[in-house]
Nanobody, 126 residues
Framework: QVQLVESGGGLVQAGGSLRLSCEASARTFSNYGMGWFRQAPGKEREFVAAIGWSGGSTFYARSVKGRFAISRDNAKNTVYLQMNSLRSEDTAVYYC???????????????????WGQGTQVTVSL
């Protein structure tokens, strides 16, 4: 069982930045593909960004590419999501997810992940 704890959410003005963190309890964190997803009120959960377990390949949703950056620190069992140039449409609950040795081509698929965090609220004001 892997526990994921997100932090770093909050209220920010449009154009501002936030960095989300997700700490995992996994003993072999480096073997887990990690993803960030988000869900806005009244909308379905959507993929935001992911980073592979092998080689650290990264993937982004088209809506955040160039503004968000995902990274991982295996020594700290932590994955990060740096969010810049935030927009009101980025407002959502952000969830961290983990999947053991998930194939690179499946990192964007939510139901392929085994473990999910509780989520952290990000609110972007105009």
């Amino acid at each position: 069982q892997v526990q994921l704890v997100e932090s770093g959410g909050g209220l920010v003005q449009a154009g501002g930045s936030l960095r989300l963190s997700c700490e995992a309890s996994a003993r072999t964190f480096s073997n887990y593909g990690m993803g960030w997803f988000r869900q806005a009120p009244g909308k379905e959960r959507e993929f935001v960004a992911a980073i592979g377990w092998s080689g650290g390949s990264t993937f982004y949703a088209r809506s955040v590419k160039g503004r968000f950056a995902i990274s991982r620190d295996n020594a700290k069992n932590t994955v990060y999501l740096q969010m810049n140039s935030l927009r009101s449409e980025d407002t959502a609950v952000y969830y961290c997810a983990a999947a053991f040795r998930l194939a690179t081509e499946r990192l964007t698929v939510g139901y392929k992940y085994d473990y999910w965090g509780q989520g952290t609220q990000v609110t972007v004001s105009l």
